[in-house]
Structures are given as structure tokens and as C-alpha cells.
């Protein structure tokens, strides 16, 4: 008989070692598949930046953009309102000036304004040199005339004449001068003015370059990256019809200096300070013609004369200029001689004001 034979199992787990399972290849290889997985990560996050990238700065763009202009929105309220103010008064202002600067541009844009008082004559002022004036007076009623100038007031008296007459003066039209005609019994007959103004020009950093903004004479011009400048709001002209049916022609410029630096930061307290407003001509106004000429850039002055011909230019198109009101060009239709006032012989008021500010830390 067989004795009963027991079969014994090893219980344990037989491990069979191989080169590919050894404990220092296991480590190695989750190291490569945390390398891996990192890498995949950083590879999604820089696709989606270089996706967004552009999005992102366009906002950064369009923020500092509207920066830009809230604060020379902010800054013209100001003006205003110091501008209107007795001489010696103003007000204090704080900005935000981060991503922007202020800087000045000091005499910028030239205004001439003449015109006669009276309509029993006719007179031009030609100025020669900066010494000397010519005058023809077509009815030869000019004897003497006033030069005035932020330093005094210069008083010389002529001879009559057919032809016109030379005048030498020791006066600079460097930044405003007044003419003022007058006949043999000292009654005003004719009035000439030149004002130089000055503004200011707001900077911002944009993506593709800097924005540029600049504020002259209540006007509101802007200039982008590979943009040429453009003309957003136009100087304070305006021209009413009364009650009577008489017309006024409105003038308001301003004029904007800036004492020092104004600097940058997240608070820049500044001081807005009137130097006194100006009544530079009122009251009944004949053979009216004014010029501009803005030195900031060539673009802007024919984007004025456009906007005040607008209408002239629609009418002689429409072949309706003997009923139209409005500016006209003085002389040659492309207005390079200056701009005047169509009424068809209904009187004409002229009221110019000029407000000056002085702005300092």
C-alpha cells in the first residue's frame, strides 16, 4: 500500500528579479513622467498666453487709452473754471499720472483777428517786419494808432495819405499784440490783434508706440501709433443769430502755460491759477477776417479750415451762395488767406475773450 503522499505549497510570493524592475530603474522612471507632465503643462500655459497675449494687450491698451482721455477731459473742466475765475484765483487739482506725462507746448497755434470799427472806411495793417507796420486806409481817415503788449502800451501818430503808410515801432508780437487805429479826433476805427497760444500735450505708452493728446486753445487733437493726427474738437468759434436778425460771431481761446514739471505718480497735486481774463474785441465788426495757423503739426490747420468751409464749400456746389450765412474764405476758396463772415450786408458783432491759466505743482 502507498503511503499517502502530502503536497506542500510554498504560500510566500516568489519574486523573480530582473534588470528592469530593480528599485532605482522604478525611481527613475516616474521622475521622466513628472519631467513629462510638467512639460506638457508649461507647453499648454505658453500656447494659451501667446493665444491671449494679444487680447490682453489690447486691453491694457484700451485702459490706458481711457486713461488718456479722462484726464484731458478732466484737465479742460479745470481750465474752464480757473479760466473764468478773477485774476490771482483758481483751484487745486489732483490726477493720476501712472502710465501718462503732461508736458507743455508753448505757443503753439497763432490767431490774427482784424477788423474794422466803422463803416465809413476800409484799413489793412501789413506788418513788414518785426519793426515796422504798414497801413492803408482806403478813405484816409487813420492818424495815429496804440500798440499794446504784455509789457506797455506804444502810442505814434502819422500823416495821412493816398498810399500806405510805414509805421516803426519798438513792440514784439512775440506772444499777443493789440492794434488799435485811430482818426484825427482819437475815435477808434480799426482793431488788429495776434495771439500766440499755448497748451498742453498728454503722452501715454501703448503697445505699438505712444498715444499723444494734446489740448490747444479749447481744441482736442490725437495722434496714434502709424496714425496721422486728427482733429477731435474744434476750437470754440460760434456764430448766432439774434433776435433783431443780427448776427455775433463768438470767439473764446484759451491760453495754457505750465510753470515747472508736473512729474508722474498715483497723486499729482497741481495748481490751476487764473492770470485774469481778456476782452480783446467788442462790439460792431466790418470787413471781419481771421487766420489760424497751428505749428503742432501741418495737419491740423487744413482740418480747420475744412470744418469751417464745410458748408460754403455745399452751397457753391448747390450754387446757393447768395442766400448762404455762415464763414467763407476771405479771399482765395481754399481759405489760405484767412476766413471772414458771410451776412449779405446784416451787421455783425464780434465778441473775442481769451482765458489765461498758469498751471504749477
Avoid at 245 to 265: A, K, P, Q, Y
Avoid at 312 to 320: D, I, Q, V, W
Wanted: aromatic share 8%.
Amino acid at each position: 500500500m502507498v503511503p499517502n503522499l502530502e503536497w506542500t505549497v510554498n504560500t510566500e510570493a516568489c519574486f523573480v528579479s530582473r534588470a528592469s524592475l530593480r528599485r532605482d530603474d522604478r525611481a527613475v522612471s516616474e521622475v521622466l513622467g513628472v519631467v513629462m507632465l510638467l512639460a506638457m503643462v508649461i507647453t499648454i500655459m505658453g500656447g494659451v498666453w501667446i493665444f491671449l497675449n494679444p487680447y490682453l494687450t489690447d486691453f491694457e491698451d484700451n485702459t490706458n487709452w481711457n486713461s488718456a482721455v479722462g484726464i484731458s477731459e478732466r484737465f479742460q473742466d479745470r481750465i474752464d473754471v480757473a479760466g473764468a475765475s478773477p485774476e490771482g484765483t483758481g483751484i487745486r487739482h489732483t490726477l493720476a499720472l501712472q502710465s501718462t506725462y503732461i508736458r507743455p507746448i508753448d505757443k503753439v497755434e497763432t490767431w490774427t483777428i482784424s477788423a474794422d470799427v466803422v463803416a465809413s472806411d476800409q484799413i489793412n495793417i501789413r506788418h513788414v517786419n518785426l519793426t515796422t507796420l504798414g497801413i492803408d486806409a482806403l478813405n484816409e481817415t487813420a492818424r495815429s494808432l496804440s500798440i499794446e503788449t504784455p509789457v506797455g502800451t506804444e502810442n505814434v501818430a502819422f500823416a495821412a495819405s493816398r498810399e500806405e503808410v510805414l509805421v516803426r515801432h519798438n513792440s514784439s508780437r512775440e506772444h499777443w499784440m493789440i492794434i488799435t487805429v485811430f482818426d484825427e479826433n482819437l475815435q477808434p476805427v480799426h482793431r488788429s490783434l495776434s495771439y500766440a497760444l499755448s497748451g498742453i500735450q498728454i503722452t501715454t505708452s501703448l503697445g505699438q508706440g505712444e498715444h499723444e493728446l494734446a489740448l490747444m486753445n479749447n481744441a482736442r487733437v490725437e495722434h496714434f501709433p502709424n496714425q496721422p493726427w486728427k482733429v477731435t474738437s474744434y476750437p470754440s468759434v460760434g456764430l448766432d443769430q439774434l433776435v433783431d436778425g443780427e448776427f455775433r460771431l463768438s470767439m473764446l481761446l484759451s491760453d495754457v502755460t505750465i510753470n515747472g514739471s508736473l512729474g508722474t505718480g498715483n497723486n499729482i497735486g497741481m495748481n490751476m491759477l487764473s492770470q485774469g481774463p481778456m476782452t480783446l474785441f467788442t462790439g460792431q465788426a466790418y470787413n471781419l477776417r481771421f487766420t489760424v495757423l497751428n505749428e503742432l503739426n501741418d495737419l491740423i490747420t487744413p482740418q480747420y479750415h475744412d470744418h469751417w468751409l464745410d458748408e460754403y464749400n455745399l452751397n457753391r456746389a448747390s450754387g446757393t451762395l447768395d442766400t448762404f450765412v455762415g464763414y467763407g474764405p476771405y479771399e482765395r476758396a481754399s481759405g489760405a488767406d484767412g476766413f471772414t463772415i458771410d451776412t449779405h450786408g446784416v451787421p455783425l458783432y464780434l465778441e473775442v475773450d481769451v482765458q489765461r491759466v498758469e498751471v504749477s505743482r
